[in-house]
């Protein structure tokens, strides 16, 4: 080695000096952080397996009916006389619930980070920022606590509906919790969009919503579809404050101001008192599948969308 | 601009860390015996009455209380991870079965008090009195009773009488006792709100025109007003009050249970005694349920 140039040298030189130490402490390293890479696959596969076993017994059992399960609004759990576990009326109150939450925070959610990104002050976005992560860490019975009381309150005043815990409530608050979810990604996402573009817009004689609207929207949008979707999938995801809010009817809503129950609120309302390895525990198990897959379908959808948006 | 992200993040957890701390540092005296108490929501409030007051009586055993539903309390029971499970209903035939067959132990029925089962409305319905019939025509699932007016009730002020259903969610015992004895085990009608806890159902119905609900008699408020009730129409209409209650002439009187594995020893058993010693039954009353033997 001693005979080799000088360039080489400088290249060659390390290896030799490295201890057997710091080559398996490298493998090792490398090999860890593989695993991290793998581990959220491992972690979901996992999940859907245990899930999976707690509910199979039931799914294959004789006596149970998967089309009454599914289009079934009829919820009886517990009867005394007739025991039925029709689900329609809770993936309905998930789904409308969630749709009216993401039709309130994603204008909010994207526009206030556009604003953010783009528009304020750097005290006010320093402020702003500041503001919205603590709204993000205010802790989800909080938020069902302000639906009950003062968010149920409102709504009475404002629509003279006979009870304030309703779609409505738990729509507004689901928003609320998304919300800073939306932001936060959406601002990193336009964040992320390089100066040149904003410079090469502003060039051209592109006005500032020109530039948001024609330049930084498209190239941002894989970043902002994953901030509306992770916005999403807290508020199908989210249990308490809906337990709380939305007044836990089992009946498919006719309208805003009408009670409903959602997937997640009834578990949780209901998995404690099913004796372990009951019909009602399993059956339980299988509407928490059935959540599993409604978050899949729509994460799918997002992503199929993205993609269609990218090759046109 | 990515810099105060973090440091959020820090400043959140630095808060978690010390709240942890604060949290852990006391505790841990010397020689705590720990009692654990879950089960009915009817009775959380005199549980935890039971267990503040016990403090001063026994300041070595900490008396730790959940609600959740006496269903949660009995499912806990059969787990085993209870001292007491507190009731507003008996067990089941086949829960027994399944504390025998998880914990080989025998559970024991203590009755340590009595409470009617009272049907709310709001303050301002000029409602006077209510049957079980009409109860169940309101509740059930074939039940063709949906507005006041088909009570004949018209309720000032509301622009919609549609009966707003109060009811429990389904781990309640109080949910069970009511489809037992007034829907006669027929199901409750869907669409009802099923609220988590007596005193949300008193809540909501205090603050709904139209609503009517069922909770123990113990969480009436201002805002509401209990309802006399009558088996059936034709039938003395009883008031839930204490005398009714003890005399069963209430037609929705019913027993409060606390429910141990085995005989109770060591510091359960005094927990119990003390409970329905003249002292504990005092406590029971004072959260308005009728006690099983006169505190004088």
């Known amino acids: 080695m001693s005979e080799d140039g000088q360039g080489s040298q400088a290249l060659a030189a390390p290896r030799p000096h490295r201890s057997l130490w710091a080559v398996a402490g490298e493998r090792f390293l490398e090999s860890l952080i593989r695993f991290s890479g793998v581990s959220a696959v491992i972690f979901v596969l996992g999940i859907f397996f245990f899930v999976f076993r707690e509910a199979a017994p039931v799914l294959f059992a004789p006596g149970f009916d998967l089309g009454e399960f599914l289009f079934s609004t009829r919820w009886y759990p517990t009867s005394a006389s007739n025991v039925r576990y029709g689900t329609l009326a809770l993936t309905v109150g998930t789904l409308s619930v969630t749709a009216l939450a993401i039709l309130l925070a994603v204008p909010f959610g994207l526009g206030a980070a556009v604003y953010i990104s783009e528009f304020c002050s750097p005290r006010a976005k320093e402020t ?185 | 601009m990515t810099r105060d992200l973090p440091r959020a993040r820090i400043f959140l957890c630095t808060g978690l860390l010390a709240a942890l701390v604060v949290a852990c540092g006391p505790g841990g005296g010397p020689q705590t015996t720990t009692i654990q108490v879950k089960g009915s929501d009817t009775m959380v409030n005199v549980a935890q009455a039971w267990a503040e007051e016990y403090q001063q009586v026994a300041p070595e055993v900490d008396v730790e209380v959940s609600g959740g539903g006496s269903g949660v309390g009995i499912a806990a029971l059969i787990r085993g991870t209870v001292d007491l499970a507190t009731a507003s209903r008996e067990m089941k035939p086949e829960e027994v079965e399944q504390v025998r067959a998880n914990t080989g132990q025998e559970p024991r029925d203590i009755v340590v008090g009595y409470d009617a089962l009272a049907v709310y409305v709001h303050r301002d319905n000029p409602i006077t009195e209510i049957t079980e019939e009409q109860l169940a025509r309101i509740f059930a699932e074939d039940g063709d009773v949906t507005t006041w007016s088909q009570l004949g009730i018209a309720i000032p002020g509301a622009s919609d009488d549609t009966i707003v259903r109060v009811s429990r969610q389904s781990s309640s015992g109080t949910y069970e006792f009511f489809r037992e004895h007034v829907l006669k085990d027929r199901d409750f009608k869907l669409g009802s709100r099923d609220m988590n806890g007596s005193k949300e159902v008193v809540e909501l119905v205090g603050t709904t025109l139209t609503a009517i609900g069922y909770s123990g008699m113990g969480y009436a408020t201002e805002a509401v007003k209990m309802l006399p009730l009558a088996a059936a129409a034709g039938q003395p209409v009883v008031p839930p009050t204490v005398e009714a209650t003890l005399s069963r002439a209430y037609p929705l009187a019913r027993s409060l249970h606390v429910y141990v594995l085995g005989e109770p020893e060591g510091e359960v058993r005094r927990y119990v005694d003390w409970i329905l010693s003249a002292e504990g039954q005092r406590i029971l009353q004072d959260n308005g349920y009728v006690p099983v033997r006169d505190s004088d």
Do not use: C
């Open chain 1, 128 to 312: 702003l920022k500041i503001v919205i992560e603590l709204l993000a860490a205010i802790p989800s019975v909080v938020w069902g606590f302000i639906g009950l009381t003062v968010m149920s309150r409102v709504i009475v005043t404002l629509t003279g509906a006979p009870v304030g815990v309703n779609l409505l409530n738990g729509g507004v608050i689901l928003a609320l919790m998304s919300v800073p979810i939306i932001v936060s990604i959406g601002e990193d996402a336009l964040k992320a969009v390089p100066d040149s573009y904003r410079e090469a817009a502003v060039a051209l004689g592109a006005t500032r919503w020109q530039v948001v609207y024609r330049v930084l929207l498209p190239a941002a949008r894989n970043g902002l579809l994953a901030a509306v979707l992770l916005g999403v999938g807290r508020a199908v995801g989210e249990t308490m404050a809906v337990l709380m809010a939305t007044g836990h009817a089992v009946q498919i809503p006719h309208g805003l101001l009408d009670s409903v129950r959602t997937l997640t609120a009834n578990i949780a309302a209901e998995l404690g008192e099913a004796p372990a390895g009951s019909d009602h525990y399993r059956v339980l198990f299988l509407t928490g599948l059935l959540l599993f897959a409604l978050t899949f379908a729509v994460n799918l959808a997002a992503d199929l969308a993205v993609r269609g948006v990218r090759r046109r």
